[in-house]
């Protein structure tokens, strides 16, 4: 597949080029351009020429809609530049188109349904004679920002709303996954997206600063790690801004857990994606009177993954995104057992391959249990009570999901009330996601909220209209 930049009706080439080569056989996937400060301004005026044109909201649905429907036929090849480029097994990678159109079909109901508000002008005395409402009205270009993981998802997930909501979009991916965006995005456009309302630009760190900081651009929908985040918000100037960032999502186990629903819950919730998932489970609190038996199903479950190439379809955890990220990873387990951790089953590398691992004794210290790992990497800690395992899962300074297994009403509610996260999940892993729900983080892990509905309104500003009849 020829990889372009895609703005409005052209498909221009930059000189310089990014080479992407699957990280486990090294395969060439892509040779892509990098767009530079130039180019990203040409995005941003095609962007804004096609703002300018009316885009009602029978246009915005039917656009939605065919746009799901394009992605649905075309769902297979989509997945195969996923699993090809990313670090997705294919089984994986086959899930995302399926659930991105279906985002989109919920973009296209939200389109139907978002409306503002009659206002009670009355409530003041003397304004007795004024009559008004409010509308909801898009905010103009908005720039998204993609991570390497998710990115078919992802992609319906901000141009999904911002296109419901009636703005423009410019999409800058990762350079690890931008194949599968280009694809996605040029399928979405052959249905009746009008050209100039969806653009592409790819390229690395320099190619987002610029679009970060163009001065047309309203809105920045980030997302990606925390330093990156930190980066965007100090270069963006005023823009409204959501960011979506990681977390190292905690997962508590009580005594009157169900076990096995518990231990396949989890590993699923650490495993998949090869661990990187911002909502992937990290750290794994299990009551001590539990903690020996809990610990034997999990481990035994954790080793009976088979790690190895995304393309193979019997492979349960592939390679990281790049060999430097399973280097990372594995110094990180390294360090762990240095200061006193202990391996229960994993541990080794073999290139980009992170084999599924499982520690104990994990100094409260260590990166392990206190950053984002992200990687196939889960930490058992042994509590006594679930006042103190709340207390040590709120030791961190990021919180996007957590979740606790247990039958008791009592100390679920404990938990939603205590855990500092953006969701709390009941006999679920941290990796659970309805894509209409509110989503996102507190603390470091975010700022605003995505999920379709949510999302939307977070693209548009409010216009108050009131009227003096007296
Ligand atoms: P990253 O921060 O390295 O890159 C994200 C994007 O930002 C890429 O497109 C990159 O090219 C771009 N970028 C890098 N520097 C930039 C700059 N200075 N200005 C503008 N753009 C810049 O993240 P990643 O490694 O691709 O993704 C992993 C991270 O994303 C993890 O922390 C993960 O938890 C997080 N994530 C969060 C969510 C969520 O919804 N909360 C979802 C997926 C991933």
Aim: charged share 20%; hydrophobic share 40%.
């Amino acid at each position: 597949m020829k990889a372009t930049h895609i703005i409005g009706t052209s498909r221009p080439e930059s000189t310089e080029k990014i080479e992407v080569a699957n990280a486990y056989d090294l395969e060439h996937v892509a040779t892509l351009s990098v767009a530079d400060s130039e180019t990203v301004s040409e995005a941003v005026e095609a962007a804004s020429a096609a703002y300018r044109e009316p885009f009602p909201t029978h246009e915005r649905v039917s656009s939605l809609y065919s746009a799901a429907d394009r992605v649905e036929a075309h769902a297979e090849e989509i997945a195969l530049l996923l699993a090809r480029e990313g670090s997705k097994t294919i089984s994986e990678a086959q899930r995302e188109p399926v659930r991105a159109a279906e985002i989109l079909r919920m973009s296209a109901e939200v389109a139907r349904t978002m409306s503002g508000q009659t206002l009670p002008f009355d409530a003041r005395p003397g304004s007795e004679s004024r009559v008004g409402y409010f509308v909801r009205r898009p905010l103009g270009v908005i720039a998204c920002i993609l991570p390497f993981n998710d990115p078919v998802a992802l992609v319906a997930h901000k141009a999904g709303p911002a296109l419901a909501a009636g703005n423009s979009v410019v999409m800058k991916p990762d350079p690890a996954s931008s194949l599968s965006v280009l694809r996605m995005c040029e399928v979405m456009l052959e249905g009746e997206i009008p050209a100039g309302r969806l653009n592409v630009v790819t390229g690395g760190a320099a190619t987002g600063q610029a679009l970060v900081k163009h001065p047309d651009v309203r809105m920045i929908s980030f997302t990606g790690g925390q330093k990156t985040g930190e980066k965007v918000s100090s270069l963006s100037g005023i823009k409204r801004l959501s960011l979506e960032m990681g977390s190292n999502s905690p997962v508590i186990v009580m005594p009157d857990a169900r076990m096995e629903q518990a231990v396949q819950a989890i590993s699923d919730g650490a495993f998949a994606q090869a661990g990187q998932n911002c909502l992937g489970v990290q750290r794994v609190f299990v009551h001590t009177s539990v903690y020996e038996s809990f610990r034997e199903a999990f481990v035994s479950k954790a080793g009976s993954l088979k790690a190895g190439h995304s393309m193979d379809s019997t492979v349960d955890v592939c390679q990281m995104i790049k060999r430097s990220e399973a280097d990372r990873v594995k110094s990180h387990i390294d360090a762990a057992v240095q200061a006193g951790a202990r391996v229960l089953t994993g541990g080794h590398q073999k290139d980009a391959v992170i084999e599924p691992t499982v520690m104990e004794n994990v100094q409260t210290s260590a990166s392990i249990s206190c950053e984002e790992i992200y990687g196939p990497v889960v930490a058992l800690y042994r509590f006594e009570n679930l006042e103190e395992a709340v207390g040590r899962a709120n030791d961190v300074d990021v919180g996007l999901h957590g979740a606790v297994f247990t039958e008791s009403l009592r100390d679920a509610f404990y938990v939603i009330e205590h855990l500092e996260v953006g969701g709390v999940m009941v006999n679920d892993s941290t990796d659970y996601r309805l894509d209409t729900m509110p989503f996102g983080g507190t603390k470091n892990s975010g700022v605003g909220r995505e999920g379709v509905q949510y999302a939307a309104e977070e693209m548009s500003e409010t216009k108050v209209v009131c009227f003096n009849l007296g």
